[in-house]
């Protein structure tokens, strides 16, 4: 079966920075999304990555290790409106994406 | 906006009820999904249509059933639930990822139908 981690809860201060780590083991891989979610809204796509390295969007950037399993998020000048789940998913075929549990990032005043 | 939506956004039945859920895109896109998601679980997809043909059905219980009768218009069919079925459903929509530039496929969801079966 495919194994996607994240940790569950990470709080960080209003300003600061905070890295999201993502580990999978999957039968395939074509690339790993990470998504933002709000209590109560649609998922809306932040990154993606297919090739190792760093991909960088503003104040998110997105990083990959295909040889190691591992993808981290990276939030910098943490704003309140960053308090969300975010989510790491595995394309491990044409169509399925593979879903972690989710982080719930609190940010605080 | 997300360009996907979905109603209705909050839905209550009984287990011998018979609902649907809509999804419909203006994104202009060939390929639509479910999802379900439940709390403090991961997204599991349910079905994906492309190009209106089903290509994939997750071991699905036969109450769930799908119809795309075209490819902005996605509708899951709800019969004989049971409580643990309540959940967040997801609709989301991509171009078709088979064949093409992979970063073209990236799904994108709509806001959900809040389902509560008594």
């Known amino acids: 079966g495919q194994n996607i981690d994240q940790p569950t809860e990470m709080t960080a201060t209003e300003g600061a920075i905070v890295q999201i780590n993502c580990t999978y083991q999957?039968?395939?891989?074509?690339?790993l999304f990470w998504y933002q979610q709000h209590a109560g809204e649609a998922p809306t796509f932040l990154s993606y990555?297919?090739?190792?390295g760093l991909e960088e969007k503003g104040r998110f950037s997105s990083f990959l290790s295909r040889s190691k399993g591992y993808s981290y998020l990276l939030l910098k000048e943490l704003q309140m409106k960053d308090s969300a789940s975010y989510l790491c998913?595995?394309?491990?075929?044409?169509?399925?994406?593979?879903f972690g549990a989710g982080t719930t990032v609190t940010v605080r005043a | 906006e997300t360009g996907v939506t979905q109603t209705p956004r909050h839905l209550v039945m009984g287990m011998t009820n018979k609902k649907s859920l809509k999804c419909e895109q203006h994104?202009?896109?060939?390929?639509m999904y479910w999802y379900k998601q439940s709390a403090k679980k991961p997204l599991e997809l349910m079905f994906v249509?492309?190009?209106?043909?089903?290509?994939e059905n997750n071991s699905v219980p036969s109450r769930f059933s799908p119809e795309c009768p075209n490819s902005s218009h996605l509708f899951l069919h709800l019969h004989t639930l049971q409580p643990e079925d309540s959940a967040l459903y997801l609709c989301?929509?991509?171009?078709?990822?088979?064949?093409?530039?992979?970063?073209?496929?990236?799904?994108?969801f709509g806001p959900g139908t809040r389902l509560t079966v008594l």
């Open positions: 989301a929509s991509s171009q078709d990822p088979s064949g093409g530039e992979l970063f073209t496929d990236t799904q994108y």
């Open positions: 999957t039968s395939g891989f074509n690339g």
């Open positions: 990555n297919v090739l190792d």
């Open positions: 998913a595995v394309r491990d075929g044409d169509y399925k994406l593979s």
């Open positions: 994104l202009g896109h060939n390929a």
């Open positions: 249509y492309s190009l209106e043909e089903r290509v």
